[in-house]
Nanobody, 128 residues
Framework: QLQASGGGSVQAGGSLRLSCLDS????????MGWFRQAPGEDRDVVAAISWSGSQTYYADFVKGRFTISRDNAKNTVYLQMNSLKPEDTAVYYC???????????????????????WGWGTLVTVSS
């Protein structure tokens, strides 16, 4: 139900915009998140956005460089990635928040937040 796209190969300092189409129901009721997994490492949260788009969360390692947004009319969440670094190389996944919905969620991401299921990711490769 989740299809991430927009990955590719760029040089350090470059930009990419990832998109994630959610074909499931009630997209506008759920928070969304972007995660990434580099080879041999655990999957980490990158950014998250609340169901309304009014709240966002960013991991420290992307603050000031990445921007998450959503278009509820298109059932799509985006991740604009600027000033890319080689350490940003990873497979990027999007996922729907599943521990709460709508006004039942008090934030975009926090302790206890759960996301899933995981669809196909998109590979981002940043060369130095």
């Amino acid at each position: 139900q989740l299809q991430a796209s927009g990955g590719g190969s760029v040089q350090a300092g470059g930009s990419l915009r990832l998109s994630c189409l959610d074909s499931g129901r009630a997209f506008m009721s759920y928070g969304m998140g972007w995660f990434r997994q580099a080879p041999g490492e655990d999957r980490d949260v990158v950014a998250a956005i609340s169901w309304s788009g009014s709240q966002t969360y960013y991991a420290d390692f992307v603050k000031g460089r990445f921007t998450i947004s959503r278009d509820n009319a298109k059932n799509t969440v985006y991740l604009q990635m600027n000033s890319l670094k080689p350490e940003d190389t990873a497979v990027y996944y999007c996922a729907r928040r599943k521990d709460c919905a709508g006004f039942g969620c008090s934030d975009a991401y926090g302790p206890g937040a759960k996301f899933g299921p995981w669809g196909w990711g998109t590979l981002v490769t940043v060369s130095s």
